[in-house]
């Protein structure tokens, strides 16, 4: 009786769920189920042999974070012992690596590497491929969540529906081993906690004293999971410093000392992992793997450092200067508005006009009628503006060229994932808009037609017309992920079985203490063969080769060279550090495998 009983207490609670909830958690499914088979399918599924596994990657990033993830989660280390980098001044190592003395180190922010490798230590390693799927179908709830109490529940279900389609978040979540879907889905929790911290108070009386002891909780909350995410992606904090202050000061009034105590402290907490490894792997806690990075937060030190000692007798001009140096630091690759202009262009407008132009439409919707907002309302609008500006200026005026062919914007470009908190904040004004073009259609028909609306009741008009709309916008994201560039999740699929048949060749020719020299494969061959990224325009690498080549089996692969290459290679340039080449094997249409062998001088 008393397991009835429970159960149909369990059946009342479930009744009590909103039907939303039930939606998403539908969606949520079916997102991963979708996401994760690009991932089985060019990875752990072998036609041939089942029992055989292929987990290459598509890129150098994708490649680092996955090999050091998983060595973390089965050793607990971040690094690689190369020995005979020690012969060769560090040269031999992939792409997203470095070499400090013969230790292989991530060049990236450690903190996916962290995360996913303490959950794969407590399952198995197996499961990495599949967490940030795991993790953006999680986000969907907290994004439904977020917009909920911004917007209403009906705008958060329309977000939430496009978000699941929106062709970057489900390409950034197939290609599982970039850092940008778990940040955002780190931030979309922690402001989530931020919204609803004022929201409802439980109060335990305590030495004559309230204490909020649910706000304390949700503010520590906040601050833990925006301190993930500040470890998977610390570069974003020239943005999201300025955010959370801004909404510091909207809410002043609401918060005291012992909540932003709580909340520094469990961002600091989020972040003292990072902190350990930074000292360990690169020598001071602050440091990354990023080199160029570390050079200007030392130079944004050293400036600020002097700004603050400035004493009446420091010239105004050097105080200019300073300024620009932490200006120059804060932005390494300069300020260009007019290319920041065409990027956006490029990466927003003309790639997703039905999301800039839906949502354009939205904020026309949102100011024709200001009064009847609330300040929440301006206040996200304000924090989406200004982070807005600053992430297109900042990575606007960079060159990316993520694809070989530099006139192409292509979805797998590096624009469209660092913008990822654009979109997502451009998502609930389209459906804004969306909601407004559905009611004032159902308004115009129940005015002009009024038999009309006797016969065909007007609430399954709005649905069958909002069906229609977002079918429309639905199926033109999802042709665009698969098909809609050369880096579509169709075309990345039959690249990927490319290179399971590139690289059986290729393990079948080499030795597996080979050390293959190669510019484009490095991703592909490491850690089963030895790498160099390299060429042979380089004389000082070069000669490098010729030192390896006394030690290990030395290949280069690449494409295929005219035999006048050869001839020139053999005869001068390989020739005066006493190597030779020599063609093993042609691989496919473009590469071939070639040996450099030592001949004497």
């Not at 180190?105 to 198995?124: D, E, T």
């Not at 042609?586 to 071939?592: A, E, L, S, V």
Request: net charge positive; charged share 15%; aromatic share 20%.
């Amino acid at each position: 009786m008393a397991f009835v009983a429970f159960i149909m207490k369990f059946i009342q609670v479930l009744k009590k769920i909103h039907w939303h909830y039930w939606f998403i958690l539908l969606i949520a499914i079916l997102f991963f189920v979708a996401v994760s088979s690009f991932n089985y399918f060019t990875q752990h599924f072998d036609s041939q042999n089942s029992n055989k596994e292929f987990v290459k990657w598509l890129s150098p990033d994708e490649t680092a974070n996955y090999i050091f993830t998983k060595l973390y989660a089965q050793e607990g280390r971040l690094t690689i012992f190369e020995k005979y980098n020690l012969y060769v001044h560090d040269i031999m190592h992939p792409r997203s690596f470095r070499s400090d003395l013969g230790v292989l180190k991530p060049v990236s922010f450690l903190g996916i590497i962290l995360i996913f490798g303490k959950i794969a230590s407590l399952f198995s390693y197996k499961i990495i491929p599949f967490l940030t799927p795991l993790f953006a179908s999680i986000g969907l709830f907290f994004y439904y969540l977020l917009v909920k109490e911004l917007f209403g529940r009906f705008n958060a279900l329309l977000s939430v529906f496009l978000l699941s389609f929106f062709p970057v978040y489900v390409y950034y979540s197939a290609r599982s081993m970039f850092h940008n879907i778990l940040f955002v889905v780190l931030l979309v929790v922690g402001f989530y906690f931020l919204v609803i911290i004022n929201k409802e108070r439980s109060k335990v009386k305590i030495c004559k004293s309230y204490i909020d002891i649910k706000k304390y909780i949700i503010t520590a909350l906040a601050g833990l999971f925006i301190g993930l995410a500040v470890t998977v992606r610390t570069s974003e904090l020239f943005w999201l410093a300025p955010i959370l202050l801004l909404i510091y000061f909207f809410n002043i009034r609401k918060t005291n000392i012992v909540q932003i105590i709580i909340f520094l402290f469990f961002v600091f907490l989020a972040f003292l992992p990072v902190i350990q490894y930074n000292q360990i792997l690169y020598g001071c806690p602050y440091y990354g793997g990023y080199t160029e990075m570390n050079y200007s937060l030392d130079n944004i030190k050293e400036a600020s450092s002097k700004l603050i000692k400035i004493n009446n007798s420091l010239p105004f001009s050097r105080r200019i200067d300073l300024i620009y140096k932490i200006k120059n630091s804060l932005f390494p690759f300069g300020i260009d508005l007019n290319k920041s202009f065409k990027m956006f262009c490029y990466y927003f407008v003309d790639m997703f006009p039905f999301l800039f132009w839906g949502g354009v439409l939205g904020l026309v919707i949102f100011f024709k009628n200001p009064f009847k907002h609330q300040k929440k309302h301006f206040v996200f609008l304000l924090v989406y503006l200004i982070f807005s500006y600053l992430l297109i200026l900042y990575y606007g005026s960079w060159d990316f060229h993520d694809n070989p062919d530099h006139s192409q914007h292509t979805i797998g470009n590096s624009y469209t994932r660092y913008w990822l908190p654009i979109y997502l904040g451009a998502i609930p004004f389209a459906s804004l808009f969306l909601e407004h073009l559905t009611k004032k259609i159902i308004k115009i028909f129940s005015c002009q037609h009024n038999t009309f609306r006797n016969k065909l009741n007007s609430k399954l008009l709005a649905p069958a017309f909002l069906v229609a709309v977002i079918s429309l916008i639905v199926f033109n994201f999802i042709t665009f992920v698969l098909w809609g560039s050369d880096e579509g999740l169709i075309y990345s699929v039959q690249k990927q079985n490319e290179a399971r048949r590139e690289f059986k060749r290729v393990m079948n020719l080499t030795e597996n203490n080979a050390v293959i020299i190669t510019f484009y494969h490095d991703k592909l061959f490491f850690p089963q063969r030895k790498v160099v990224v390299g060429l042979f325009n380089d004389k000082n690498m070069v000669a490098q080769y010729a030192v390896l080549a006394k030690y290990l089996p030395v290949y280069y692969y690449n494409f295929t060279l005219p035999p006048e290459a050869i001839n020139y290679l053999n005869e001068r340039r390989l020739k005066e550090v006493g190597l030779q080449i020599e063609q093993i094997s042609r691989i496919n249409y473009d590469f071939t495998l070639y040996k450099l062998n030592l001949v004497e001088k």
